[in-house]
Protein backbone atom coordinates (compact mmCIF):
# COMPACT_ATOMS: atom_id res chain seq x y z
CA UNK A 1 0.00 0.00 0.00
CA UNK A 2 1.06 3.56 -0.94
CA UNK A 3 0.43 6.33 0.77
CA UNK A 4 1.27 10.58 0.60
CA UNK A 5 1.54 12.58 3.45
CA UNK A 6 1.90 16.43 3.22
CA UNK A 7 3.10 18.87 5.56
CA UNK A 8 3.55 22.38 5.59
CA UNK A 9 0.11 24.64 4.76
CA UNK A 10 -0.76 26.99 6.62
CA UNK A 11 -2.04 31.14 6.55
CA UNK A 12 0.71 33.70 5.17
CA UNK A 13 0.18 37.49 4.64
CA UNK A 14 0.80 38.03 0.54
CA UNK A 15 4.66 38.40 0.19
CA UNK A 16 5.38 35.54 2.39
CA UNK A 17 6.67 32.02 2.19
CA UNK A 18 5.54 28.64 2.80
CA UNK A 19 7.64 25.19 2.36
CA UNK A 20 5.07 22.03 1.38
CA UNK A 21 6.97 18.57 2.27
CA UNK A 22 5.31 15.49 0.88
CA UNK A 23 6.32 11.93 1.60
CA UNK A 24 5.30 8.92 -0.22
CA UNK A 25 5.91 5.83 1.86
CA UNK A 26 5.20 2.25 1.21
CA UNK A 27 5.42 -0.77 -1.21
CA UNK A 28 7.26 1.27 -3.74
CA UNK A 29 9.17 -0.14 -6.46
CA UNK A 30 10.04 3.19 -8.72
CA UNK A 31 8.88 6.91 -8.80
CA UNK A 32 8.69 8.14 -12.32
CA UNK A 33 7.88 11.71 -10.83
CA UNK A 34 6.23 13.79 -7.95
CA UNK A 35 4.12 16.97 -8.00
CA UNK A 36 2.14 19.70 -6.86
CA UNK A 37 -1.58 20.73 -7.61
CA UNK A 38 -4.35 22.98 -6.47
CA UNK A 39 -7.52 23.60 -6.40
CA UNK A 40 -9.02 26.84 -5.02
CA UNK A 41 -12.86 27.18 -4.55
CA UNK A 42 -14.66 26.94 -7.74
CA UNK A 43 -11.93 26.21 -9.89
CA UNK A 44 -10.80 22.98 -11.49
CA UNK A 45 -7.75 21.45 -10.06
CA UNK A 46 -4.38 22.50 -12.25
CA UNK A 47 -1.00 21.68 -11.92
CA UNK A 48 1.57 23.95 -10.01
CA UNK A 49 5.22 21.72 -10.36
CA UNK A 50 6.16 18.63 -11.55
CA UNK A 51 9.55 17.26 -11.17
CA UNK A 52 10.78 14.34 -12.95
CA UNK A 53 13.25 11.49 -11.33
CA UNK A 54 16.14 13.02 -13.61
CA UNK A 55 15.57 16.11 -11.37
CA UNK A 56 14.22 18.06 -14.76
CA UNK A 57 11.22 20.46 -13.56
CA UNK A 58 8.42 22.42 -15.16
CA UNK A 59 5.85 25.00 -13.70
CA UNK A 60 2.23 26.39 -14.41
CA UNK A 61 3.49 30.10 -15.82
CA UNK A 62 1.95 31.68 -12.96
CA UNK A 63 4.05 30.02 -10.40
CA UNK A 64 7.24 31.22 -12.56
CA UNK A 65 10.20 32.71 -10.28
CA UNK A 66 8.32 32.32 -7.50
CA UNK A 67 7.81 28.70 -6.72
CA UNK A 68 10.65 26.08 -6.82
CA UNK A 69 10.42 22.51 -6.52
CA UNK A 70 12.78 19.40 -5.26
CA UNK A 71 13.10 16.36 -4.54
CA UNK A 72 14.82 13.70 -2.24
CA UNK A 73 14.92 10.66 -4.50
CA UNK A 74 16.54 8.78 -1.40
CA UNK A 75 13.31 9.30 0.68
CA UNK A 76 10.57 9.98 -2.10
CA UNK A 77 10.06 13.21 -0.88
CA UNK A 78 9.03 16.21 -2.84
CA UNK A 79 8.99 19.80 -1.41
CA UNK A 80 7.41 23.10 -2.43
CA UNK A 81 8.93 26.35 -1.94
CA UNK A 82 6.58 29.11 -2.40
CA UNK A 83 7.84 32.55 -2.08
CA UNK A 84 6.31 36.10 -2.81
CA UNK A 85 2.74 34.26 -2.39
CA UNK A 86 -0.17 35.69 -3.34
CA UNK A 87 -3.77 36.05 -2.64
CA UNK A 88 -4.36 34.55 -5.91
CA UNK A 89 -2.39 30.70 -4.53
CA UNK A 90 -4.70 30.68 -2.08
CA UNK A 91 -6.07 27.03 -2.82
CA UNK A 92 -5.83 23.06 -1.36
CA UNK A 93 -2.82 21.96 -2.52
CA UNK A 94 -2.59 18.45 -3.59
CA UNK A 95 1.12 16.67 -3.42
CA UNK A 96 1.20 13.68 -6.66
CA UNK A 97 3.44 10.87 -7.29
CA UNK A 98 3.38 8.84 -10.65
CA UNK A 99 4.87 5.40 -9.33
CA UNK A 100 5.30 1.75 -9.45
CA UNK A 101 4.51 -0.37 -6.51
CA UNK A 102 6.40 -3.47 -5.88
CA UNK A 103 4.35 -6.30 -7.74
CA UNK A 104 2.59 -4.03 -10.58
CA UNK A 105 4.36 -3.69 -14.01
CA UNK A 106 2.81 -0.30 -14.70
CA UNK A 107 2.43 3.44 -12.73
CA UNK A 108 -0.33 4.89 -11.16
CA UNK A 109 -1.33 7.81 -9.73
CA UNK A 110 -1.52 8.62 -5.99
CA UNK A 111 -2.65 11.71 -4.39
CA UNK A 112 -2.01 12.94 -0.70
CA UNK A 113 -4.72 14.20 1.07
CA UNK A 114 -4.40 17.81 0.74
CA UNK A 115 -3.40 20.99 2.61
CA UNK A 116 -4.91 24.64 2.77
CA UNK A 117 -2.88 27.29 1.99
CA UNK A 118 -4.36 30.94 2.33
CA UNK A 119 -2.47 33.96 1.87
CA UNK A 120 -4.00 37.07 3.20
CA UNK A 121 -4.20 40.52 1.61
Known amino acids: QVQLVESGGGLVQAGGSLRLSCAAS????????MGWYRQAPGNQRESVAR???????NYADSVKGRFTISRDNANNTVYLQMNSLKPDDTAVYYC???????????????WGQGTQVTVSS
Open 96 to 110: NARLIPWGQYWDSDY
Open 26 to 33: GSIHRVNY
Open 51 to 57: ILSGGST
